[in-house]
């Protein structure tokens, strides 16, 4: 007989136990000098040293792999899960977890470097990066990893424009990665989705629109709008901040706003930007869990990511 009465395997027999060492999911854990195959790979980016009030994001890795055990198959790897809105079991892929980089302090170029092999090292294993930062700069050298590539559109979620040329000199923060990567010969445009800060200039949207990008605030976004705003049959990279979200439901970052995003709208963001393109890349960025409750904010993003893989991996129109 088995402790728990039952005659059957145990939870700790079955790995059902949340605690040890967390990997994404409980996905496998995977060396990028290695080879392997996967559909996606999971990489944190520790970096929170382009941030321009709190610090703290470069713990949001840990934060979301932390919480996101809860969701593995019976502990013991990802298998997918059941959808209750289609009724459908949607989401399985192969799914590896390929560490934090290993980054030094104040050697941003050298970072910067290291962040865009890293992630050219995951597209030449044929997986698709789901990266978790770190504050908003790493989109940078992320989507520079992405090279040669056909022109992708950026779905750009967040509460703040980013697109400030400089401030005080620095060009290569996470007020300014938007104008930066908008500057990447493969980028063809940025939509960006959520916009609302009190601090946003008159020059940065006008900048924004006269690149060829879009503009969509909260007060715009009703039901139906949200999906008529979205590219449709593009290479699109996902770039999420969670203060997108409003400071409710994600108190933990750097730079709340009031006003934001609720979860629904940036599920519905996600999925159908999934269901309707094809996405080359994700990141989440600054989930900073010092300021956090309850893990409500490392809950909530992981849980967004998670209905990320359900739409990529669970039909397409």
């Not at 713990?59 to 809860?70: E, N």
């Amino acid at each position: 007989m088995t402790p728990d009465g039952t005659g059957q395997p145990g939870a700790q027999a079955l790995g059902l136990s949340p605690f040890g060492p967390a990997t994404f999911l409980k996905a496998p854990q995977a060396s990028l000098a290695d080879p392997w195959t996967a559909d996606v790979a999971f990489l944190g980016i520790p970096f929170d040293q382009a941030t321009g009030f709190r610090p703290g994001s470069r713990w949001g890795p840990k934060a979301l792999r932390d919480i996101s055990v809860r969701m593995s198959a019976m502990g013991i790897g990802w298998a997918g899960y059941y959808d209750l809105r289609s009724d459908r079991h949607i989401g399985q892929c192969r799914i590896v977890d390929c560490g934090d980089l290993e980054l030094l302090p104040l050697l941003w170029e050298h970072d910067f470097r290291l962040m865009t092999d890293s992630v050219a090292a995951i597209r030449g294993h044929g997986a698709m990066p789901l990266v978790a930062g770190g504050d908003h700069s790493i989109s940078y050298p992320v989507l520079a990893a992405f090279a040669g590539h056909e022109p992708i559109t950026v779905v750009h979620i967040d509460a703040h424009l980013d697109y400030r040329d400089d401030a005080a000199g620095v060009r290569y923060g996470h007020g300014n990665v938007m104008r930066r990567i908008r500057e990447l010969p493969h980028v063809e445009k940025i939509v960006s989705i959520g916009i609302r800060s009190l601090r946003t200039r008159r020059e940065d949207v006008e900048a924004h629109r006269r690149d060829g990008n879009e503009i969509h605030p909260p007060w715009t976004l009703r039901p139906r709008a949200i999906e008529d705003i979205l590219p449709k049959g593009k290479a699109v990279y996902v770039s999420f901040d969670i203060d997108s979200l409003d400071p409710a439901v994600a108190p933990g970052t750097g730079t709340p706003e009031p006003g934001g995003l609720s979860y629904e709208q940036v599920r519905t963001i996600l999925a159908e930007t999934c269901r309707r393109n094809r996405v080359v890349g994700i990141d989440l960025v600054e989930v900073a869990p010092v300021f956090d409750y309850a893990q409500v904010t490392a809950l909530n993003g992981a849980m967004l990511l998670v209905e990320a893989l359900g739409a990529l991996f669970g039909g397409r129109e």
